[in-house]
């Protein structure tokens, strides 16, 4: 492949944290790093500059959602996905294989990546009442109706690979088959083994040479599958490993997954823990030998008010807000810190303007950003798990 | 007043046009100019950099709101307007007395400040079943309920200034009372000799020397009392005008009134023409003396998917700009031009992402901005009228 590398700077002598660096055809990639989510080819309510400015290297499209809007032959007409959103960093795109389950599986469970998470913060809809209807999946591929028209499409390995390469993103993922964490062993079993077929599939529909292609692992809870799935996708021959499906019941089985998993897998590749990413996420992902996160909840929660601190998450439209003259967060350096009190974001919030969208957006992520830097930092430092235990015994998730 | 001052650099010949400048404690306004609107203390989706970057130089936020949200109190406490939404430009706030036009008689009549431009363009709601509950009229005062909440508000001439000092603009507004197209010529002389008594109000009652008050001229579509009117505000120590109220029934209509009542006012102060400027609308009223205009009309446009362009604007969403590679309009030199096609927008409003508005609206204020800077250039050259023409034989309101 042209112009791609994942190089290993430092490995953290007590624990699996390791510093890196990968390198696209459209710029590097420092890891452990943070994944900006721009589902439709823009991070929600952001500028492409103003995600420079705030640290991000990399962002990550929805390969689902390009397909059905504007769709991927307009989107390679018009020059690729960079050009189109004027993103000139690196880009990734998953394979769709993550919204089959979420119009599929997720909506019949009503679970997420993590079952105790649901609805709160996972990435889906409630139930509904036409919840069967939406999606069949076949050894061959999935067939589904858009959530946008009601059109019925379809997605093979191949046709996600054909999507992703009009796309065009640097790094491209395997398309998988995620199962629920409600789901049975046998059936997980069952999906895991098409996903494999179908990673074997995606290599060889794989035409393009400026992309780099990451097969996903799945298996779900349940820990020989886990293993046989690591071994199997860490025997073909992609760039690097995506951790996919259901990550269980609690964050503790997460863990768990991700180390049984994370050592079946060639050290010399990068490895992302896909839809995962909220503070104490990435300290634990880190730990256990993760490079790469991507999540909504930064952008998700920003736009519903409620901002990351050192201290905890909090709520901007809280009464004790309206006078507050202090920034978000003393000593922020972000756009929003520098330059606006808690008590305009409070206005901005309960006059419902776009303002406070970006504003909350800007902060977040860059709050994860620089944490993420502070990562890169302690890692380099051989301090990672004492910065990992300072940052959450200071850390409520609960707020401040 | 400190700090305060209006020179008039160039008359034209051939018209009442003039270049100028109007100096506030937080800096220069080159004249004519457009004042753009930020109704909550935000110009909706903008931050202030961006408002700076394309060429905004004065802002104008709305009394009235700001009243019900979040206080003009905790304004003041938080250490006034400027500091409160990071903009450190001059700021103008109206009186309050237009939106007691718009909960009031407006909503009765179903009309805006001219009667056909209603409701498409006008800053209005439909009218509601409730609509006479709204509003109270009297000659000491409005008594009004929030739309907010429903609850009683009352605003007299001393309290419209006292919310406005506590507001702290540079350019302030005395209380007036509106009246709509459709009003009687008896009941729009009583309302006219209302704003008359309360303009002196206004200025017994405002203390804070580094504001400037303006007195509004009203009268309807009435010639007589429009004379009247100005007259008798231009015999009072404003620092400069508004024209406001009902501007007729056309466009035509509107024109006569600033050609009835602009002559009448003391030529070295500014004049304002409230709540009005489409393209043709600066034009024509440059023409006929005015310095400053402020409307919703290019930031809602823009959230509404239209853009302007020299030819006239047209809508983002149309299918014919799918796959259009070029920018919203050639040679435009605004951020959403330098960096995006029509085609991204499109998929950005019909993906109801916010970045389509946030673009839309640069697009909209910077074409403003730049037809403003274009039009005091032609004064400056004494070719005023001949630009007018040229601009007006290109643009088509239908869009191109």
Redesign the interface.
């Known amino acids: 492949m042209e112009n791609f590398s994942f190089q290993i700077i430092k490995k953290d002598r007590k624990s699996s944290a390791r510093l890196g660096e990968i390198n696209t055809p459209h710029g590097r990639i420092h890891t452990p790093a943070f994944v900006s989510v721009g589902t439709?080819?823009?991070v929600?309510?952001?500028?492409?500059d103003e995600l420079k400015d705030l640290g991000a290297e990399i962002i990550l499209a929805n390969t689902y959602?390009l397909l059905l809007?504007?769709g991927d032959k307009?989107i390679k007409?018009?020059?690729g996905l960079h050009k189109?959103?004027?993103w000139n960093g690196p880009i990734m795109t998953d394979s769709g294989g993550f919204q089959v389950f979420s119009l599929g599986l997720a909506l019949i469970h009503g679970v997420g990546k993590i079952a105790n998470i649901f609805p709160e913060e996972a990435n889906f809809k409630p139930p509904t009442k036409n919840k069967d209807k939406f999606t069949k999946i076949d050894n061959d591929g999935v067939t589904f109706k858009s959530h946008l028209d009601g059109r019925t499409h379809r997605l093979t390995p191949e046709k996600s690979i054909e999507i992703q390469e009009n796309l065009g993103a640097d790094i491209i993922f395997a398309f998988d088959e995620c199962t629920s964490p409600l789901s049975s062993k046998n059936y997980t079993g069952l999906a895991m083994k098409r996903t494999h077929n179908w990673a074997t599939r995606c290599l060889k529909a794989k035409k393009r040479k400026d992309q780099a292609l990451f097969g996903i692992v799945q298996g779900g809870e349940y820990g020989d599958l886990r293993e046989e799935s690591a071994k199997f996708i860490n025997s073909l021959p992609f760039f690097g490993f995506g951790i996919g499906g259901s990550l269980g019941k609690s964050k503790k089985d997460m863990h768990q997954i991700l180390e049984w998993t994370v050592p079946l897998l060639d050290e010399k590749k990068p490895r992302h823990l896909l839809g995962i990413g909220e503070p104490e996420d990435l300290f634990n992902g880190i730990e256990r030998g993760i490079d790469l996160f991507d999540c909504v909840i930064p952008t998700r929660i920003a736009r519903n008010r409620t901002v990351f601190t050192k201290k905890g998450r909090f709520s901007l439209v809280k009464s004790e807000f309206?006078?507050d003259?202090n920034p978000i967060e003393k000593g922020c350096q972000c756009?929003a810190c520098r330059?606006?009190?808690r008590?305009?974001l409070?206005?901005?919030f309960?006059?419902e303007?776009?303002?406070a969208?970006?504003l909350a957006t800007i902060h977040n992520l860059y709050f994860i950003m620089n944490l993420m830097k502070q990562i890169r930092e302690s890692i380099r430092g051989n301090r990672f798990l004492k910065f990992k235990n300072e940052f959450l015994r200071r850390y409520k998730k609960s707020g401040i």
């Open positions: 439709q080819a823009t929600k309510s952001l500028s492409p959602h809007r504007p307009i007409y018009l020059g189109f959103m004027n309206i006078k003259k756009y330059n606006f009190s008590a305009y409070n206005h901005l309960k006059a303007e776009i303002l969208h970006r």
